[in-house]
């Protein structure tokens, strides 16, 4: 395979978000004081912000931890297995956990930006848990075509 192909520039950009996500969580209390400078309520409302950003972070992480799974079964030329489909459920998941936890954050402030963030995380979470279903029907007539061979 090209050293150069889009799998693998994805693959590399995928674990780029992975450790700069787990960065920017750990540097989350200083960038809030930081950002509250020119956004008050950033530190009027430090703590809950500070907790409501560190979950969505961390949910983040876990979408990106998968997606650098099902990344590795794609390099290795076998995608359609049980753990991608667990992998699919799993992102549908946290992407609808990180649009709940968006909605709380509207409680603190009504922004655009948030609902505009709640609305692509519950589609993203859609997306995932059915295509998750696709694939989990693409493993089973996999594990049947390679019984009958």
Do not use: W
């Amino acid at each position: 395979m090209n050293p150069f192909s889009v799998t693998k520039i994805t693959k590399k950009i995928l674990d780029f978000m992975f450790f700069a996500g787990i960065a920017a969580c750990l540097s989350l209390p200083l960038s809030l004081r930081l950002i509250g400078n020119y956004f008050p309520h950033y530190i009027l409302f430090y703590i809950p912000m500070l907790v409501l950003f560190f979950i969505s972070g961390i949910l983040s992480i876990l979408i990106i931890r998968e997606l650098r799974a099902m990344f590795l079964t794609v390099l290795n030329e076998d995608c359609f297995v049980k753990e991608n489909v667990r992998g699919l459920r799993r992102m549908g998941t946290y992407s609808f956990c990180i649009a709940a936890v968006s909605a709380l954050r509207l409680l603190i402030v009504v922004t655009p930006a948030t609902m505009v963030i709640i609305l692509v995380f519950v589609i993203a979470g859609l997306f995932s848990k059915v295509l998750s279903k696709v694939f989990d029907q693409a493993v089973t007539y996999k594990l049947e075509n390679d019984l009958t061979i």
